[in-house]
């Protein structure tokens, strides 16, 4: 801001200067009428002054005229950049929800829940000054153990931990595995009472595996404030916490009461903790070693427990008498089997008939366990279809772990514009959606989340429709909508630094039409929620024709990809979602990607079935557009190679590259090698050219069903995705055939390969959705010559995906990122129950 207002004052002095020069030299030439006049021109022009009184006026009023264009051009490039600023960080004029949207007088059912998908078990409410609450354990006496276990992390390598049971609004039942013990999880929610969001319970038992060797486990439940809000502890002789009590602005005043045991013992905990990704450091800092004593089985062992209240001396170490009391934990400790329960109880509800605990909080659990599996069959049919109950439990407990891992986020993301070289904040905002991954990638992300809606909706399409509008609810006036949600500080401190700021002239693919689509052929959307929705995917869809062109008519090209970073033997096309799939060596202007073009057919054919449903006006413009896109001539002609036989993106190639070590004499024997750097060791093409690699993006018009049943690219598409040589495997289709140069290459050596031969899901569904498309009859009547082939390949395709997902479960106890297309083997994140979780729809064969 310094550096403008310094610019401007220069500009402002130069213009005065040169303005009052230009009226120096008129006034210096300005000469009285008459003959007195004539005489004093006649004697100028005699010892040359009148020539030079022309020449001085002519050089200061061109001075002049250059500082005021200066100006202008200056002023008129603030006010560009300022007002474009001003639009990026500016939500869009129409929103889907109002402030009020989730708050429990609107949205009671889905007010409290399971929403902090990055810890093993965490409760939290739909508002961004909610407490949240949370479960650690620890391992007593065990060397190997000394971590609390909170963050849901792969490295810790637990053999399994997920849902079971979950629906999204009213319950959930999980399993955590330990080596020799396992933790059972569970919460009950009374959502239909009182004005503050009702109450819930939840219940955590430790089960060990060999009675005969217990292991001595401490459990730690806790309630922490983020900002406003007070909370007190109740706390009785022997330092059993026996409840905590506490008021925020939005719940009133709550209670959170804790059950009695026997045979465990208590402690406890008052302290600050100045985020809340530091709840876990805190507990760890305050706790204390202190050695067992006769009565307790490890005598002479040190044995970490809870000291009680600090606040004395947090408030005086830190100078600040006010700090305020935010995080109050309780601990169980126990030997063998055992359990605690914790019931939180809103002030607002009056008519409370008897606590939510005990046998009435087990018979409550059960009977939703019991509703589940009832509703579960009657959504997907599988017991139906033939699959047995073990195959059955895979599939519910697949489906717990993505609707039990959503989350709500509220926060800022940090974007970039093409105007400003420094990170501008976006607004405040909430979030409602499923993750990926609880343990790598606890976050939303904008083309996953359109595949995992895909699922969710076919169970309760209100929570999808819920998701989606907060998903809109992010689009800036521009249209413009971040592709990766990290919002609070628990989100933020698990993503390294280099992937926190989201460009505003990058996309992501528009999947979130694909859960439109199926919404609106179920007749899932109401007619008042279209009407809000469409201005939106109107809006949305302008910014990608607008931003996201190509260099020819009806083509286009996913932005963000760094041609200049030598490490990368092909630079990353991270905005398309496919990441290191290969595309055009040399990143130009003149390239064009075959799947950005059919993610806009797919948006063409939404857009228009939404405007037939509410404005039908608008109809003749998108379908317009969706013929146009359509035109099998026209994709033939921009993306069809028939040297290569198969579909590609255009742009400037080079057929072979590697990545080499540049020959650099090292000055000292301990310096680190130089990184390698990509050579090119074949001629660069002098023009656009299909880019020969056949993989996932090569079959985007056959995923998107844009190729008519009876023409021959179908036949050699169906043939290509068969070929062992290469796209076909035993467990699914791979991303990159075998014959490519690229085939599971290193992008820099430091990166291993991710969609360059992997297997994933989200890809083998579109797949199976098509050839089960392409195996019916054709829609227009017309011949289907191929719809044998297709029924074959998708029937034993199928099979392979399901039997290797399953077995990859069954082995590891997780669903996977993808899986290897050499053994099946699971591989990348995990649990994976983001997009994975599409298995669910494959074994129902659900692809509306």
């Known amino acids: 801001m310094y550096r403008k207002i310094l610019r401007l004052h220069l500009c402002f002095r130069i213009v005065r200067k040169g303005f009052r020069s230009l009226m120096t030299a008129r006034r210096r030439g300005r000469v009285p009428n008459g003959t007195a006049s004539d005489a004093?021109?006649?004697?100028?022009?005699?010892?040359?002054?009148?020539?030079?009184?022309?020449?001085?006026?002519?050089?200061?009023?061109?001075?002049?005229?250059?500082?005021?264009?200066?100006?202008?051009?200056?002023?008129?490039?603030?006010?560009?950049?300022?007002?474009?600023?001003g639009r990026a960080i500016t939500p869009f004029k129409e929103q889907m929800f109002d402030a009020s949207w989730t708050s429990p007088t609107r949205n009671s059912d889905l007010f409290w829940g399971s929403y902090r998908p990055g810890v093993y078990f965490g409760m939290k409410a739909r508002s961004h000054q909610s407490p949240v609450f949370g479960l650690l354990w620890l391992v007593q006496f065990d060397q190997s153990r000394t971590d609390f276990r909170h963050n849901c992390d792969q490295d810790l390598k637990l053999p399994k931990y997920g849902w079971v049971a979950h629906d999204g609004v009213s319950f959930g039942y999980e399993e955590i595995f330990e080596k020799d013990f396992a933790l059972n999880v569970s919460f009950v929610k009374r959502h239909d009472v009182g004005i503050h969001g009702g109450d819930w319970t939840a219940s955590v038992s430790v089960t060990p595996k060999v009675k005969d060797r217990p292991i001595y486990v401490s459990l730690f439940f806790y309630v922490a404030l983020d900002g406003q809000g007070e909370i007190e502890s109740i706390v009785e002789n022997d330092n059993h916490l026996s409840s905590i009590r506490g008021y925020t602005n939005e719940?009133?005043?709550?209670?959170?009461v804790f059950d009695r045991q026997s045979n465990v013992n208590y402690n406890y905990l008052e302290a600050y903790t100045p985020s809340l990704h530091l709840i876990k450091e805190a507990i760890q800092h305050y706790a204390s070693a202190v050695t067992m004593k006769n009565s307790h089985p490890k005598k002479g062992q040190h044995f970490v427990v809870l000291p009680g209240s600090k606040m004395a001396q947090i408030r005086q170490s830190s100078g600040n008498a006010e700090l305020p009391l935010n995080l109050i934990v309780t601990q169980v400790s126990g030997s063998g089997a055992f359990s605690m329960e914790a019931a939180f109880e809103s002030a607002s509800y009056t008519n409370r008939r008897g606590r939510l605990?005990?046998?009435?909080?087990?018979?409550?659990?059960?009977?939703?366990?019991?509703?589940?599996?009832?509703?579960?069959?009657?959504?997907?049919?599988?017991?139906?279809k033939g699959f047995s109950d073990d195959e059955v439990e895979f599939a519910e407990a697949v489906f717990s772990n993505l609707i039990g891992g959503m989350g709500y986020f509220y926060g800022a993301s940090a974007i970039k514009t093409e105007q400003y070289s420094s990170p501008?904040?976006?607004?405040?905002?909430?979030?409602?959606?499923?993750?990926?991954?609880?343990s790598f990638f606890p976050r939303g992300f904008l083309w996953d989340e359109g595949f995992h809606q895909l699922v969710v909706s076919k169970w309760n399409s209100s929570i999808s429709l819920d998701v989606l509008g907060h998903w809109m609810d992010l689009m800036n006036a521009d249209g413009w909508i971040p592709r990766e949600q990290i919002l609070g500080s628990e989100a933020l401190a698990r993503v390294p630094r280099e992937f926190i700021v989201q460009h505003t002239s990058n996309a992501n693919p528009p999947s979130f039409l694909l859960t439109v689509d199926s919404l609106l052929n179920r007749g899932k959307i109401p007619a008042d929620y279209l009407s809000r929705l469409y201005p939106k995917i109107t809006q949305w869809i302008t910014w990608y024709n607008t931003t996201q062109r190509g260099p020819l008519p009806l083509t286009y090209q996913w932005k963000g990809r760094n041609g200049s970073d030598e490490r990368e033997l092909n630079p990353k096309t991270l905005t398309s979602?496919?990441?290191?799939?290969?595309?055009?060596?040399?990143?130009?202007?003149?390239?064009?990607?075959?799947?950005?073009?059919?993610w806009m057919a797919l948006t063409?054919?939404?857009?228009?079935?939404?405007?037939?449903?509410?404005?039908?006006?608008?109809?003749?413009?998108?379908?317009?557009?969706?013929?146009?896109?359509?035109?099998?001539?026209?994709?033939?002609?921009?993306?069809?190679?028939?040297?290569?036989?198969?579909?590609?993106d255009v742009g400037i190639n080079a057929p072979e590259v590697a990545l080499v070590r540049p020959a650099i004499k090292k000055q000292h024997p301990q310096e680190p090698d130089p990184q390698m750097v990509r050579k090119v060791l074949s001629s660069v093409s002098t023009h656009p050219v299909h880019v020969p690699h056949l993989g996932y993006v090569s079959l985007f018009p056959f995923m998107m069903k844009l190729i008519p049943h009876e023409s021959r690219q179908l036949k050699v598409l169906l043939d290509q995705i068969r070929n062992p040589a290469t796209l076909w495997t035993p467990y699914g289709i791979r991303s990159l055939s075998k014959k490519d140069p690229l085939y599971m290459k290193r992008n820099t050596e430091h990166d291993p390969p991710y969609w360059r031969g992997q297997i994933w899901m989200n890809m083998n569904y579109m797949l199976l959705r098509a050839l089960h498309h392409y195996s019916q009859e054709s829609p227009t009547g017309g011949p289907q010559p191929h719809s044998n082939q297709a029924r074959e390949i998708y029937s034993e395709l199928r099979q392979n995906v399901i039997g290797n997902v399953m077995r990859q479960y069954r082995s590891s106890g997780f669903v996977w990122e993808?899986?290897?297309?050499?053994?099946?083997?699971?591989?990348?994140?995990?649990?994976?129950?983001?997009?994975?979780?599409?298995?669910?729809?494959?074994?129902?064969?659900?692809?509306?």
Request: glycine residues 6%.
């Open 40 to 85: 004093a021109r006649t004697a100028n022009s005699k010892n040359g002054k009148s020539i030079s009184s022309r020449s001085r006026f002519n050089k200061w009023l061109i001075f002049g005229g250059l500082a005021l264009v200066i100006f202008a051009f200056y002023v008129y490039s603030s006010f560009k950049q300022t007002a474009a600023r």
């Open 251 to 256: 719940l009133g005043y709550f209670d959170l």
């Open 357 to 384: 605990s005990g046998q009435k909080y087990r018979e409550n659990l059960t009977e939703h366990i019991d509703k589940f599996h009832l509703r579960f069959e009657q959504t997907f049919h599988l017991r139906e």
């Open 424 to 438: 501008l904040a976006y607004w405040y905002t909430p979030l409602y959606s499923a993750v990926p991954s609880r």
């Open 577 to 598: 979602g496919l990441d290191d799939y290969p595309r055009a060596s040399h990143p130009t202007k003149e390239e064009y990607h075959l799947d950005l073009r059919c």
């Open 604 to 648: 063409a054919q939404v857009l228009s079935k939404v405007a037939k449903e509410i404005y039908p006006g608008d109809v003749i413009v998108w379908e317009r557009w969706r013929d146009t896109l359509g035109d099998f001539s026209e994709l033939n002609r921009l993306h069809w190679s028939e040297q290569l036989q198969q579909y590609a």
């Open 818 to 848: 993808n899986y290897c297309d050499v053994t099946g083997k699971g591989q990348g994140a995990h649990p994976f129950t983001g997009w994975t979780s599409l298995i669910v729809l494959i074994m129902a064969e659900d692809y509306k």
